[in-house]
């Protein structure tokens, strides 16, 4: 199975710690399901890698993370919806780094690896190393159709909506 993951942070800065999460994934039907959730801060990550600018992009004040679910909890809830799923992103350094740090708040978290959502779909709608082209031109249409919103939730679902597009191409859906 495949998740597509995307994050929302405090900031690009290293020290940046997540603040939303989103997994989507493809039902068996062709359907698609979105879920995400807001972290509260864990304690030890630092107040100052917090921007303004980022929040005025994702639309996220700080104060709306101060009732959030703890990042534990997120970091336990999202183990356990990923199982042993193939994540995917388009920004995998990023939404590796907040990965990594989320599950830091776990006693014996898994290692989990992100890869990044061009590399995953060249192989995926290729054939013997030859782009099967509408399939691959699928899932780059619609990539471009959607619009990032910068919300956890929905970037992960578009992410699977264009994956949804090579499929269909393919008859690899019903």
């Keep these: 199975m495949i998740i597509f993951i995307d994050f929302e942070a405090s900031s690009l800065a290293p020290n940046s710690w997540p603040i939303e999460i989103g997994l989507s994934w493809i039902e068996p039907d062709g359907s698609i399901t979105s879920v995400g959730k807001l972290i509260r801060p864990a304690p030890t990550w630092p107040e100052t890698a917090w921007s303004d600018k980022s929040a005025a992009v994702h639309r996220i004040p700080r104060s709306d993370l101060d009732g959030a679910e703890p990042a534990e909890t997120v970091a336990r809830w999202a183990v356990e919806a ?30 989990l690896q992100i890869e990044d959502f061009h590399q995953v779909a ?31 939730a929905k970037d992960a679902a578009d992410l699977a909506h264009s994956w949804r597009s090579g499929l269909h191409v393919l008859g690899r859906l019903p």
């Design 82 to 111: 990923i199982g042993d799923a193939q994540l995917i992103a388009d920004a995998p350094r990023f939404d590796q780094h907040w990965l990594d740090r989320l599950l830091t708040t776990m006693e014996d978290a898994p290692k």
């Design 122 to 152: 060249w192989t995926a709608f290729t054939d013997d190393g030859n782009p099967i082209s509408a399939a691959l031109d699928a899932v780059y249409e619609k990539r471009e159709r959607r619009r990032t919103s910068h919300r956890a």
